[in-house]
């Protein structure tokens, strides 16, 4: 069977040059930037279905549409022959899933199309009577459940009545009886034996329960996982595919249970596994001798769901965590160099300007590298909508009449509360840089954790933006020595250590070494691409100035690619053959 699964635009884009579409286009008060980079990540879960569809022996076809003007969309699918469609659907894209339905049943009226993700699973019912040309909604966990309703596709049967789904008998829309969760994940195939992604899961679910999080809605209640020998073995094959070696780990909780971390991070490092990786968890699944081995196997930033300062609001989102936790795991990551990025939200329940206020202090005590702000998104399928809901503040309808990108609103505060938030907000979006460390914090950061070619590649860093280039030099001389898995931003730190010594032609030896070793890294592309554009007008002789970039944080430049983002499609995408992935 052919399979197309596709990622789709937000809404019809307009492409350059034509008119804003009123109707079907971005909300009135859209503004550029909205929808952040992780919006164009193709969901892991496409991958997933993909590789058990490929394993099954079918071809397929992932798309990541989230970017393309509505025009090329028309035109892709009607190019396209395929005998199913499936799209995920969050409620960012929900709107352009409609619309993409409809395009697909136009020109393939006899085509089958299939929606999941974590908008449709709450929303199924919903979802079904409003898209009269989606056939058929997947629910939750939706592996097997996609590969039943291609086998009875690939035999004529009826495609009605699948556990797990929501489907059309007549003019009743009817929900099946649900689909058990998948107890050993390790039977499901490994997208890393398919795809170019530097996202990688190994586990499924979390066992806490925060009022504005979906994750129950879409795997269950509790925590499974992967055994540590699928994820080694999947760290092996993701390593050797991509040309940058860095690695998201996104499940939704990577430590919750830390005896399993400690024991990959080990195993990791006695197989010489070498890439430099991040994750995502909560402070308190954190330890000392955790976070240790976590570093030396080679995680460079930890991701943070802190959302608040405030222990009223910690307590009202059911966060089970306080302040002086995070602050107790923020300085044991410190410890050991790991990068820490705080997830905040401002507008939760029981917000008001004091409570906000206490989190601009804790932020003052706390100083993560990083931080970003999200205003509160109800999402279906948490408590926090279905509390709004019951309370009548919102209706599901809202998700199908209105053409908002997310429903971002303070849950229960008064209108003063509201516009305080949203001043803040507009002044502070984004990634805001805090706390950065000294090369004597390095140094000790050295002395804790031994030799270790990372440690040593900060250290350099360091040294060079102290303007000690001797030391700076030799450090990173050192990380390439130890085998620091990224050598093309050593040699970039090279590079402008001799561009600081007025070396140009040291500077340019290891800029070209370090595009033959390692080119793919943006800080290095962009530094490459300033010296030849400074060359060209005469920068040497005519001493004209050469802004260099040095950085080596964990920063991934993914190549705008099919099917991981949204770039462009080869001239012959329509054609099917064997493996049948594009």
Not at 340 to 367: P, Q, S, W
Request: neutral net charge; aromatic residues 10%; glycine residues 8%.
């Amino acid at each position: 069977m052919r399979i197309v699964l596709l990622y789709p635009p937000p809404w019809k884009i307009a492409a350059p040059g034509e008119p804003r579409r009123d109707e079907d286009g971005p909300p009135a008060d859209y503004r550029e930037g909205d929808l952040d980079a992780d919006f164009y990540q193709t969901p892991y879960g496409l991958f997933a279905l993909g590789a058990q569809v490929l394993r099954a022996g079918h071809q397929v076809k992932i798309l990541n549409l989230s970017a393309y003007p509505w025009s090329r969309v028309e035109e892709i699918v009607a190019r396209l022959d395929a005998d199913l469609w499936g799209m995920s659907c969050w409620t960012a894209n929900r709107r352009g899933v409609r619309m993409l339905a409809e395009c697909i049943k136009r020109h393939h009226p006899e085509a089958h199309v299939a929606v999941g993700g974590p908008h449709a699973t709450p929303l199924g019912p919903e979802l079904l009577s409003r898209y009269a040309h989606v056939d058929t909604v997947c629910l939750g966990e939706s592996d097997v459940t996609f590969l039943e309703l291609i086998d009875r596709l690939v035999r004529g049967r009826d495609a009605r009545g699948i556990a797990g789904t929501v489907y059309r008998d007549g003019s009743r829309i009817i929900t099946a009886p649900p689909r058990k969760r998948i107890q050993d994940l390790d039977v499901l195939a490994c997208p890393q034996d398919y795809f170019d992604t530097h996202v990688m899961m190994t586990a499924r679910g979390c066992p806490w329960a925060c009022t504005f999080c979906g994750a129950d809605a879409t795997w269950g209640r509790g925590f499974r996982a992967h055994s540590i020998d699928y994820v080694l073995s999947a760290m092996k094959k993701v390593s050797r595919r991509l040309p940058v070696k860095m690695i998201q780990i996104k499940d939704d909780t990577f430590t919750t249970d830390k005896k399993r971390v400690l024991e990959i991070c080990r195993r990791m490092r006695e197989q010489n596994l070498n890439f430099l990786w991040s994750c995502d968890t909560r402070v308190d699944l954190l330890s000392d001798d955790l976070l240790r081995e976590m570093r030396l196997a080679g995680c460079q930033r930890l991701s943070l769901g802190v959302e608040s300062g405030s222990q009223t609001i910690l307590d009202r989102i059911d966060k089970k965590m306080t302040p002086q936790e995070i602050l107790e795991s923020t300085e044991l990551a410190k410890k050991y160099g790991i990068k820490v990025r705080y997830y905040m939200m401002l507008g939760n329940r029981g917000e008001t300007r004091e409570t906000f206020a206490e989190t601009e202090r804790f932020l003052e005590r706390a100083k993560p590298h990083e931080y970003v702000f999200a205003c509160l998104s109800i999402y279906p399928g948490t408590r926090d909508f279905r509390d709004a809901e019951r309370a009548g503040r919102l209706h599901r309808n809202i998700f199908f009449d209105g053409d908002f990108q997310e429903y971002k609103a303070p849950f229960d505060a008064d209108e003063d509360t509201t516009r305080a938030l949203g001043a803040w907000f507009s002044d502070h979006r984004g990634l805001q840089i805090g706390y950065r460390e000294t090369a004597a914090d390095f140094e000790r950061i050295l002395e804790r954790l031994g030799d270790c070619h990372a440690a040593h590649m900060d250290l350099g860093a360091a040294y060079y933006h102290e303007g000690k280039l001797d030391l700076a030099e030799q450090h990173i001389r050192r990380a390439l020595e130890l085998g620091y898995p990224c050598p093309g931003l050593s040699y970039n730190h090279l590079a402008c250590i001799a561009k600081a010594r007025g070396n140009i032609d040291q500077m340019m030896d290891s800029f070209t070494l370090a595009a033959k070793t390692d080119p793919q890294h943006w800080v290095l592309i962009q530094n490459v691409n300033a010296a030849r554009a400074w060359f060209k007008r005469g920068g040497p002789g005519r001493g004209l100035p050469l802004d260099l970039v040095v950085r080596h944080d964990f920063q991934l430049l993914e190549r705008t690619v099919q099917p991981t983002l949204p770039g462009p499609l080869p001239d012959d995408f329509a054609q099917w053959r064997a493996p049948g992935v594009l």
